[in-house]
């Protein structure tokens, strides 16, 4: 198996929404997404697969190294034997691959965050930087899209937050700011025992909402010269709005659920959100 294989089969056994994005993106550009991607999953794999935090540590750690050896052109992995072609080509910065590690590195720091700014610090090391990285590869003219990547970037993981409150609490972490938590009156019990209530709702439709305006603050930002060629990321941030509307319509039952669209619904939207923009 080469590492655009490995890294092809990464990406679409995962089932995510980028996948479906990158399907429309010319080859060069659509090679070097799938590397990106089958990165973040790789070292996101460490921290949700290993139970033991100083195994994930320390393989987190031989990440840092890897990436640092792939930037001096001598990639060991196949991630970033694959990914190493682009590096140059499309601008990708090491400290930006280096900043995604620190994200997952929090997940073993911490498993409660205090207040929203803090939230927000987390989604951009784990969001944040993927939205430029991202930005970086489909193309861009404009300095300004890639303040559109990062805010894109955050909406999406707020939108993953929402969906997988249940899922997160039955592994302990719970990402809804604390302080949120004691605003609407829902307890972390609650929370990681499942128990939907009026006040959860409450709580999610105010989650929901700062959301979508993360959506719309984003496609302000994006400048229209630039349209085009960010497609990929329209694509999901229509696949990831059709995913809070199903919430919604849902009375927000996301403790003992996870909200998803079907395969087919998903390439319908990019492929919509391809032919009208």
């Known amino acids: 198996m080469s590492p655009d294989e490995y890294c092809q089969q990464k990406a679409a056994a995962s089932g995510s929404s980028f996948y479906y994005s990158f399907l429309f993106l010319p080859p060069e550009r659509r090679r070097a997404i799938t590397a990106l991607y089958a990165f973040c999953r790789e070292v996101d794999d460490t921290v949700d697969e290993i139970e033991d935090p100083m195994v994930a540590r320390t393989k987190l750690m031989w990440w840092r190294k890897e990436i640092a050896a792939m930037l001096e052109g001598n990639p060991s992995h196949p991630v970033t034997k694959a990914l190493y072609p682009h590096v ?20 073993l720091d911490q498993s409660r965050y205090l207040d929203y700014p803090g939230l927000q610090r987390y989604c951009w090391h784990v969001a944040g930087v993927v939205g430029i990285l991202s930005a970086s590869i489909f193309g861009h003219t404009q300095g300004a899209t890639l303040l559109y990547a990062e805010k894109l970037g955050l909406a999406f ?38 128990r939907h209530s009026e006040r959860f709702e409450a709580l999610m439709k105010f989650q929901v909402q700062r959301a979508r305006e993360a959506y719309d603050e984003a496609m302000a930002l994006l400048p229209k010269e630039d349209r085009r060629a960010q497609r990929p990321g329209l694509m999901m941030a229509a696949i990831y709005r059709t995913v809070l509307e199903e919430i919604e319509r849902d ?10 669209l079907t395969p087919i619904r998903k390439l319908w939207l990019a492929w919509k959100t391809y032919v009208f923009g």
Do not use: C, W
């Not at 592994?171 to 025992?193: C, H, M, S, W």
């Open 88 to 107: 140059a080509v499309y601008q990708l910065k090491g400290e930006h691959l280096q900043a995604i590690i620190d994200g997952m590195e929090m997940d």
């Open 157 to 194: 993981q707020l939108t993953n937050i929402i969906r997988d409150v249940g899922e997160d609490g039955r592994k302990g972490r719970i990402y809804l700011p604390v302080n949120e938590l004691q605003q609407f009156n829902v307890t972390a019990a609650d929370i990681l025992n499942g």
């Open 251 to 260: 009375g927000y039952h996301v403790l003992n659920q996870r909200i998803s």
